[in-house]
């Protein structure tokens, strides 16, 4: 459906202006499995590119049905943390789109190494790390590592078209 020159549908909504949330699958004792998209001018900044799967391909239609290229105006993918359900599905858009892949360097490990997810951060016993194998629910982890463009620290400033996004970790 387009309204003005909006496309919206059940999936995505624009929460305030110039902020777009993406709704991938609910998933029960986790709810939605979420994106952001922050339009700054001619630029947007994804945040949280989900799974490896969900919300995916999503993402890249509504970049699109909101009148922007995605292998041109995307400043930039932010994974506001290490989770795989915020981070899986970071290359996948950066393949798509060509934009860096942004991460605290408290998580950046988790990027390059999204096994040490479970066997580092999750406190779980062989048993429990071998069940994680058979996860497939949001944490499960199902994609490769890769190498975050942009390391960030507390207070650092991603520029967005005309704004100024400040990582608070």
């Not at 995916?56 to 995605?70: A, Y």
């Not at 930039?76 to 991460?103: N, V, Y």
């Not at 066997?119 to 779980?124: A, D, G, K, V």
């Not at 062989?126 to 975050?148: C, D, S, T």
């Amino acid at each position: 459906v387009f309204i003005g020159n909006y496309f919206l549908d059940m999936n995505t909504v624009e929460v305030i202006p110039g902020v777009h949330q993406i709704r991938g699958k609910y998933v029960d004792d986790f709810g939605y499995l979420t994106s952001y998209l922050l339009i700054g001018g001619d630029e947007l900044l994804i945040i949280d590119p989900g799974t490896a799967g969900d919300p995916g391909d999503e993402i890249v239609r509504t970049i699109e049905h909101l009148g922007f290229k995605p292998r041109s105006d995307v400043a930039g993918i932010l994974c506001t943390h290490g989770h795989p359900d915020h981070i899986g599905g970071a290359g996948r858009l950066r393949k798509a789109t060509g934009a860096s892949i942004m991460i605290h360097k408290e998580d950046a490990s988790l990027l390059e190494d999204p096994q040490s997810f479970i066997n580092e951060r999750l406190l779980l016993d062989f048993a429990q790390r071998f069940a994680m194998k058979l996860e497939r629910g949001p944490l499960r982890v199902n994609f490769r590592g890769i190498e975050p463009d942009r390391i960030l620290r507390h207070q650092d400033k991603i520029r967005v078209g005309g704004l100024s996004v400040e990582q608070d970790y």
